[in-house]
């Protein structure tokens, strides 16, 4: 009776505007198994096309108002009703002539109302096989399409499996299915091992950052040193070294055009922050710097990965995998045993206070890259916030360091201290944006591991520029610290990978 596949009736739409000649169609195509619809009119039977699928159309052609051709033409200009098989009902000796107009506009064949069964089901038949035979061709084509269209994807270089959807093509039991499941193997193993280059690419980076900010900030607490004993005051230090960078990353910020996106809603974010890190932070640091050693207080600032994991553990930030955990105890087992070398720490005294004390540096420094990571606008440059949180810290700062030190000038003339002070300005301003950058790239987890870069250089820095030395069994504690940090990987990079990379040339 049909090609349609088992148990999917095929729908006959029956368009007549005679009551007679719609029953008698009716009656004799519902015995051959199909199921049909009626139209009085064409403007009727437009309006089922529309509303549902046919398989074939039994079109009367002459009608009044719309009449057969004009259906015609309008299903043939709808991309959606153009391949639907019409054929034309015609009194033959009557309508010859309407009847090859009918076939020029597109009709499949023709029907006599006076029609035989047999002829009506062959007439029925040939059409629905026509019909599901450009159905398959149009399918085929399509598939050829997509495949063709993945192609042109990976032959740019900038694609995701899944961006590719043929999954589905792999389906069908066909050469084309078999070129899909290749393709689509190939384009997975393709993407697969830029994945694995990226990982690298990703750890190598976040390995290379990580001792670039150690190096930077190691040196913070000795550079900070020698401006307090050339006689920098830590509040007027610390304004003039947020004036420095407020002036210099407004200044790039503002060429780059980066204050095009600013949004007066970043400024609840930016006033926290400057609390944390642009005044607390930085009065600290230079007040800290003025009253102990620069390596011990290097050693110190490796508590900040501890306190930093501890943060990001609880608030899910981050994952705290057993790995991470035995790296950060490693690290601190070698601080401590630095620290115990290197202090005092027998009875209650001096440096039991200034211990306790100097805790405060690398909790300042934890709160603000976990508070960073997890509430920065997704849209916010560092750029322009730094620039905009120095401002704001300065404003703050500078009536309190004329207030409590009487001036913001360290001396009459451009001295010692003045560069000394210029130099931590430089220094600083490079540490804040590439340990924003590590952050970004590596987590708050593994960018806290800076601490124990910042470890060693500052050790190196302090033995370089002030004559500190270490035991060799303080230099042993150090290799844990060191075994600590390699312990401590980056997170997952979860971002949306994107092959770049042609494969033309």
């Known amino acids: 009776m049909t090609t349609l596949p088992p148990n999917q009736l095929a729908k006959v739409l029956i368009i007549d505007d005679s009551l007679i000649s719609r029953k008698k169609l009716r009656s004799a195509v519902r015995r051959l198994g199909y199921e049909t619809d009626l139209a009085a009119s064409g403007e009727q039977g437009l309006a089922a096309l529309q509303d549902s699928e046919y398989d074939v159309v039994l079109l009367d052609i002459v009608m009044p108002g719309m009449d057969g051709f004009d259906v015609l033409r309008a299903m043939k200009a709808d991309a959606a009703l153009r391949d639907i098989p019409v054929v034309v009902v015609s009194s033959l000796e009557d309508e010859r002539d309407s009847v090859v107009q009918a076939i020029e506009l597109g009709a499949e064949d023709f029907l006599p109302k006076d029609f035989d069964p047999v002829l009506l089901r062959a007439r029925l038949t040939a059409s629905l096989t026509k019909k599901q035979y450009r159905d398959q061709e149009k399918e085929y084509l399509s598939r050829v399409e997509r495949l063709t269209a993945a192609a042109q994807k990976v032959e740019t270089g900038q694609f995701k ?207 603000e890259w976990v508070f960073v990571a997890a509430k920065k606008p997704a849209d916010l440059d560092f750029l322009p916030a730094i620039g905009v949180m120095m401002l704001m810290s300065s404003f703050i700062l500078a009536p309190s360091a004329i207030l409590v030190e009487g001036s913001l000038l360290f001396s009459d003339s451009f001295g010692e201290v003045e560069v000394v002070s210029l130099i931590l300005c430089v220094v600083i301003a490079f540490t804040m944006i590439t340990s924003f950058k590590l952050v970004d790239l590596a987590g708050p987890v593994f960018a806290s591991q800076s601490a124990y870069a910042m470890t060693m250089a500052g050790i190196g820095w302090g033995m370089l520029l002030l004559g500190e030395t270490l035991s060799s069994t303080a230099w042993i504690a150090v290799a844990f610290i060191l075994i600590g940090l390699l312990l401590v990987s980056p997170k997952p990079d979860n971002t949306e990978i994107v092959i770049k990379r042609s494969f033309t040339e």
Not at 192 to 214: D, P, S, Y
Not at 297 to 324: C, D, H, M, W, Y
Request: net charge positive; charged share 15%; proline share 2%.
């Open 161 to 367: 499996p899944e961006s590719l959807q043929i999954e589905d093509l792999r389906q069908h039991k066909d050469a084309l299915g078999q070129l899909a499941a290749v393709f689509t193997g190939m384009a997975g193993e393709i993407y697969q091992r830029e994945l694995r280059l990226r990982k690298a690419i990703h750890a190598l980076q976040g390995i290379i950052l990580v001792i670039t900010v150690g190096i930077l900030w190691g040196s913070t607490p000795a550079i900070s040193r020698l401006a307090a004993n050339a006689g920098a005051s830590p509040l007027a230090l610390a304004t003039w070294v947020n004036l420095f960078l407020a002036g210099s990353y407004i200044s790039i910020a503002a060429v780059r055009g980066q204050f095009a996106t600013f949004k007066l809603k970043y400024l609840g974010f930016l006033a926290v922050w400057t609390v944390i890190a642009a005044i607390l932070q930085r009065v600290v640091l230079l007040f800290l710097a003025g009253q102990i050693e620069a390596t011990l207080l290097a050693l110190v600032a490796t508590f900040q990965g501890f306190i930093v994991f501890v943060f990001a553990s609880v608030t899910k930030l981050e994952k705290a995998t057993p790995k991470r955990l035995i790296g950060l105890t490693l690290g601190l087992v070698g601080v401590f045993v630095v620290l115990f070398d290197k202090l005092d720490l027998t009875g209650v005294g001096s440096d039991w206070w200034w211990l306790l004390l100097s805790l405060s540096l690398p909790t300042l420094y934890a709160v």
